[in-house]
C-alpha cells in the first residue's frame, strides 16, 4: 500500500469519507522571506476546493483562503492596494498594528469602507514585529456567507529590524470552520448558535493536500492563527510538544513546553517543536468531531510511511488556559485609571439571535469610554453572569494581561484575551495611540449584536503616520485616483 493509500484508509478511520485520488496543494514554509513594501489584495469571490468533491463558494483575497502571507519590516512604510470585487462594501482591518485610526480598518473608527467595485490604497507604517494577521471587519448579522464566516483572513507578519533566525523551517497555520448554518444549542431561552459542517488548517482538510515533510533533528516554528468566526480550538500534534514563545505575535516572558495550544478566536500562538519522534502524525484538533470535519493535517517525517497516527492529549479543558503560566509574575503596578466593565446576555429565547450589552448598553448605544493621552489605564472585565467565552479585542494598542480568573499577573502582552465562561479578567495598556479605538468581542455573533465599545482620547487627539486615497467605483473603473485623501487622524 502506498503512502497515499493509508492516508485514504487514515480518513475512513477518522470517519472521513473516501473521495477519491488526493490532490496536491502547496503549505506556506516560506522561512525567511524578503519582506514587501507594495501589496495589491483582490477581494472577490473564490471556489475553494477544501478536499476531494469539496468546493466551498466564499470571498477571499488574490483567489485564496487565507489569502498571501505578507511580510513587512518594523518600521518600513509600506503601501497596499485593495480592490473590492464584490457587490457590497468591504473592509480590511491590520489586526494587531499600531496604526492611526483612518487606516485601521474598522468603519466604527472613521476608517472609510471600500466601495462594491471599488479600490483604495493603504499607506501606513508597521509596528510592532511579530505575527499580525489581516481580515475583513464587516458585519454578518443574518447572513452567514460574509465577514469572519468567508474566507477573508490571512497572516500578515511584521519582521523584526534584526532576525533572529533559531529555527529550521517556518509553517503557517490558519484554522477556519466552513459551512456554518444555524442551530439550537443551550439552554431553552439561548438565541440562536452556529453549527459548521467542514473545517481546514489552512486550505485543506485533513487528507487532502501531501502532507507537511519534516526530518529528525529539525526545529520547526509553527505560527497558528484561529480565524474561525465564532469557536474556540485546541491543537495537538501527538509524540511531540509545543514550546509556546510568542502569543498574539509578542515574545512571552515565560515561554513554555505544552502538550496542546488553545485559541481562542483570532489568538495567534508562535511554537517551536523539536521533531524528534520519526513517524507519520496528524496534527490537528484535540475535538474528534472537528477532526472529522476535516480540522487537521498529516506530518510526515523523511523516510517515513504508514498510516497517520492520532493519540489524544490529557488536560484538555473547556475554558481558555491559564495565561498566567506565560507571564513574569508579580502584581502589575497601580493604573492611573480602573475601568469597570460588566458583560451581559439579553436571551433571544430560540427565535432570534442573543444580544450582548457592556453595562447595560448595547452598541451603538454605548458611550465612548474618554482616555487621556499618556496615562495607564485597567479595564477590569466581569463576565460571571454570562456562561460564554469571550475573546476579547483592543484596537490599535498592545495590552498587559494583569489578572485572569482573580489571579495577579504581569508581562504578558497580547491584542485579544479569552475571558473564562463565568470569570473575570484584567488587562493594562497605555493610552499612546490617539484617535477612536475599538474594543469588542472577536466572537462574530456578539460583536454583531452589541458587544462593541468605542474608545476616544480627550481632545479629539488622532495620530499622523497613515493616510488613505479614496478611489470610488467609477473613479476604479477609470483607473482614475480621486484626489481627496484621508490623513492618518480621525475628526
Known amino acids: 500500500m502506498n503512502r497515499r493509500d493509508f492516508l485514504i484508509s487514515g480518513l475512513a478511520s477518522l470517519g472521513l469519507p473516501s473521495l477519491g485520488p488526493l490532490p496536491l496543494a502547496s503549505l506556506d514554509t516560506n522561512a525567511r ?21 469539496k468546493t466551498i463558494k466564499t470571498v477571499g483575497y488574490n483567489g485564496s483562503a487565507p489569502g498571501p502571507i505578507l511580510r513587512f519590516r518594523e518600521g518600513k512604510p509600506v503601501t497596499v492596494d485593495v480592490f473590492n470585487e464584490t457587490d457590497v462594501p468591504e473592509t480590511v482591518h491590520w489586526h494587531g498594528q499600531l ?13 472609510p469602507a471600500i466601495p462594491a467595485h471599488g479600490h483604495r490604497r493603504y499607506r501606513f507604517t508597521p509596528r510592532p514585529a511579530g505575527t499580525r494577521w489581516y481580515h475583513t471587519h464587516s458585519m454578518a448579522h443574518a447572513d452567514l456567507s460574509r465577514a469572519g464566516f468567508s474566507g477573508q483572513y490571512g497572516f500578515a507578519i511584521v519582521e523584526p529590524a534584526r532576525q533572529p533566525g533559531d529555527y529550521d523551517q517556518e509553517v503557517c497555520i490558519a484554522a477556519h470552520h466552513w459551512e456554518p448554518s444555524l442551530a439550537p444549542k443551550g439552554p431553552a431561552d439561548n438565541g440562536w448558535e452556529i453549527a459548521y459542517k467542514s473545517a481546514t488548517l489552512n486550505d485543506k482538510m485533513l487528507g487532502a ?29 501527538p509524540g511531540h510538544r509545543f514550546n509556546v514563545v510568542a502569543m498574539d505575535g509578542n515574545p512571552v516572558p515565560r515561554p513554555q513546553t505544552v502538550d496542546f495550544v488553545y485559541l481562542d478566536i483570532a489568538e495567534r500562538v508562535d511554537a517551536i517543536v523539536e521533531m524528534n519522534n520519526p513517524g507519520v502524525w496528524i496534527l490537528g484538533s484535540a475535538n474528534e468531531e472537528e477532526r472529522k470535519m476535516g480540522m487537521g493535517m498529516v506530518v510526515e517525517y523523511a523516510d517515513k510511511s504508514g498510516e497517520p497516527q492520532w493519540q489524544q492529549p490529557s488536560g484538555i479543558v473547556r475554558g481558555p488556559w491559564d495565561y498566567s503560566m ?66 476579547l479585542h483592543l484596537h490599535r494598542h498592545t495590552f498587559e494581561v494583569t489578572e485572569v480568573g482573580g489571579k495577579p499577573m504581569t508581562g504578558l502582552m497580547k491584542d485579544v484575551v479569552s475571558v473564562g465562561s463565568r470569570g473575570t479578567a484584567a488587562i493594562t495598556f497605555v493610552a499612546d495611540n490617539p484617535g477612536l479605538t475599538l474594543f469588542h468581542c472577536h466572537m462574530q455573533l456578539h460583536q454583531d449584536f452589541g ?33 481627496a485623501r484621508i490623513r492618518g487622524r480621525y475628526s
Not at 99 to 111: F, Q, R, Y
Not at 353 to 359: A, G, K, P
Not at 379 to 391: A, Q
Not at 459 to 478: E, L, P, Y
Request: proline letters at 6%; aromatic letters at 8%.
Open 451 to 483: 458587544f462593541m465599545q468605542l474608545i476616544e482620547y480627550a481632545g479629539g487627539q488622532g495620530a499622523r503616520n497613515g493616510w488613505i486615497d479614496q478611489v470610488t467605483g467609477a473613479d476604479a473603473a477609470r483607473g482614475q485616483r480621486c484626489p
Open 326 to 391: 506565560f507571564g513574569s509574575g508579580g502584581t502589575a503596578p497601580e493604573p492611573d485609571h480602573i475601568l469597570e466593565m460588566k458583560f451581559q446576555k439579553i436571551p433571544g429565547h430560540k427565535v432570534d439571535f442573543n444580544r450582548w450589552t457592556i453595562n447595560g448598553k448595547s452598541f451603538p448605544d454605548t458611550e465612548k469610554l474618554i482616555l487621556e493621552r499618556g496615562k495607564r489605564y485597567k479595564l477590569f472585565f466581569d463576565n460571571k453572569d454570562t456562561g460564554d467565552i469571550h475573546p
Open 99 to 111: 496604526i492611526p485610526s483612518a487606516v485601521d480598518g474598522s468603519v466604527e473608527e472613521g476608517t
Open 33 to 53: 522571506a524578503t519582506e514587501q513594501t507594495n501589496v495589491t489584495l483582490r477581494i472577490a469571490p473564490i471556489s475553494l476546493e477544501i478536499g476531494p468533491g
Open 209 to 237: 493536500r501531501e502532507p507537511l515533510r519534516v526530518r529528525m533533528g529539525q526545529r520547526v516554528l509553527f505560527r497558528f492563527l484561529n480565524a474561525s468566526a465564532t469557536d474556540e480550538i485546541r491543537l495537538a500534534l
